[in-house]
Structures are given as structure tokens and as C-alpha cells.
């Protein structure tokens, strides 16, 4: 008889058990509309084997990883070169999350995952909310010709929930037309306070990695120098920790372009604290 102990490919502290957990974690390794460096779909299996060298406790937010009370599901598969069909594969299994009143926590993939888990979740709450941080303001109308783009993703977004609820954070690369739209409607946030607006509303936060520095992250698929360190994105964290946040991911890793595995740490330890913003009281 073997007996073990054998390394766990799911990520540390999970509760094992999906009834009595609160947050779902779900791998999204879908980089279809890729327009630069593709290799984000092999994101969410390297984070989770990266998440063991990380300590379960943050000292930031003073918690351990089994405070989250989180499950991770494992990765979605989804079948090769036919996007609609994965949109709709994330779709069905996010609705099926919140049907069982829990929350979604997904693991890209690009950053179109994004657009499917709102759209499951618009079906359970109203006047939602995001809470954008990305280096690219990703509102165009289409990529080529193509509306299924991570570049339109937060375009296609904002059409569900209403653009007046869309705070964007760390925005530096875009089209003249995008930096327009965000002037409009006022989506972008430079200071703690420019989100106090979405205080009382159910958020959704999605994290684009870029938003952080190329020093810091240079294994993203749009690299865009002039980020956010981590402290700075960790400092957001802490002040959205007391809003109503109902789902989150972290998108847009593609691991192999930093050979020294230290983009996938960063990563790792990124969707460490935003589970424990998520989570908090």
C-alpha cells in the first residue's frame, strides 16, 4: 500500500470540501484573442504550483490563506480555436457558482475571461460594479474587426453594467477614443477617494497584471512600462478591502516570457492578497 504523503497541484490552504466553502477558484487558461505575446493559458497551472512557496499567512492583512474559506476547483477546459464556445463554457460554470451562493475567483487566461463571469453574475445581482486595474484601458469596440478581444473586453463590460459604474486604475496605454470615453463617464481613479463612489454597490474586481511595472512583471503578454509597484496595488487592496466585493480575478500572466519564474511569484503572491481583500470583514 503507498503511502504518501503526495504534492497537491491545488493551491495551499484551500478547503477541499466546494458546499462549505464561500469563494470558488477558477483556472481560466483560455488566451485566444491574444494581439502581442500569447502563453497566458498557461498561467493558472503555474501559479498553483507557485503558490506553495509562498507563506499561508499575510502580514499585510494580518490572515491566513484558511481565513479565505475558498476552494479551488481545478481548470476549465476549453476547446482549442473556438472562442464563443469557451466564453459560454465560463459563462455556465460561474452561474452555477452563484447559484450555489458563493463567490467567483478566477485564474486567467487573458483578459476577455472577464467578460463571461460578468455576464453570469449580472444575472444574480444588480447595479454592479468594477474595479478596473490594467495598464491598457481595453474599451475598444473591436481588435481588427474582431468584438471578441481582450483588447474591447472592458467595453463589452461597461455596455452590461452602465459605464458610471466603472472605476479604472493604472491606466497608461490606449487610443485616443478609449481616453476619451473614460473622460466622459469619469472611469478613471488616481486616488484612494475617486472609487468612494462604488462604496455601497456589489464589485467585482479584475486585476490585469500589466497594470503593474515591467521591472516588477515582465512576463505578460503587453508589457507597458510605467506600473504600479506592488505596494502601491497592495495599498488599493487594502482600501477596497471594506467594499462589498462579490467576485474578483487576476488575468494575463504568460509565465514563459520570465524565465526566472519570479513574474509567477509575483503572481501568486498578488492573488494571495486579493483573497484576503476579499474576504475581509
Not at 504518501?4 to 484551500?14: A, I, T, Y
Not at 450555489?100 to 463571461?116: A, M, N, Q, R, S
Not at 469619469?186 to 500589466?210: G, Q, S
Request: proline residues 4%; glycine residues 8%.
Amino acid at each position: 500500500m503507498l503511502r504518501g504523503p503526495f504534492l497537491d497541484r491545488n493551491w495551499m490552504g484551500e478547503n477541499k470540501d466546494y458546499s462549505s466553502s464561500d469563494i470558488i477558484m477558477l483556472g481560466l487558461p483560455f488566451d485566444g484573442t491574444v494581439s502581442y505575446r500569447p502563453g497566458s493559458r498557461f498561467a493558472p497551472e503555474q501559479i498553483r504550483l507557485a503558490s506553495w512557496g509562498l507563506e499561508e499567512y499575510s502580514p499585510y492583512f494580518d490572515k491566513h490563506l484558511e481565513d479565505c474559506n475558498f476552494h479551488d476547483a481545478g481548470d476549465l477546459e476549453f476547446p482549442l480555436g473556438n472562442t464563443i464556445k469557451s466564453l459560454d463554457l465560463i459563462e455556465k460554470n460561474v452561474e452555477d457558482i452563484y447559484k450555489d451562493g458563493k463567490k467567483v475567483f478566477g485564474i486567467g487566461g487573458e483578459h476577455l475571461v472577464t467578460l463571461p463571469e460578468i455576464k453570469a453574475i449580472s444575472k444574480f445581482y444588480k447595479d454592479i460594479a468594477i474595479i478596473h486595474f490594467d495598464a491598457h484601458t481595453d474599451l475598444r469596440e473591436e481588435y481588427l474587426g474582431e468584438e471578441m478581444s481582450h483588447s474591447a473586453v472592458i467595453r463589452h463590460c461597461g455596455n452590461i453594467i452602465g459605464f458610471e459604474n466603472l472605476k479604472q486604475i493604472g491606466i497608461r496605454s490606449g487610443m485616443k477614443d478609449e481616453f476619451e470615453l473614460m473622460k466622459k463617464y469619469n472611469t478613471r481613479a488616481t486616488k484612494y477617494e475617486d472609487i468612494d463612489i462604488l462604496k455601497d454597490k456589489p464589485i467585482f474586481v479584475t486585476v490585469d497584471l500589466d497594470v503593474l511595472d515591467t521591472s516588477i512583471m515582465p512576463g505578460t503578454g503587453t508589457p507597458e512600462v510605467g506600473g504600479l509597484t506592488f505596494n502601491e496595488l497592495l495599498g488599493w487592496f487594502k482600501y477596497i478591502s471594506k467594499f462589498n466585493i462579490f467576485g474578483a480575478d487576476v488575468v494575463e500572466l504568460a509565465p514563459d516570457y520570465d524565465s526566472s519564474g519570479a513574474s509567477t511569484a509575483v503572481a501568486t503572491k498578488v492573488i494571495r492578497e486579493l483573497l484576503m481583500t476579499m474576504s475581509c470583514e
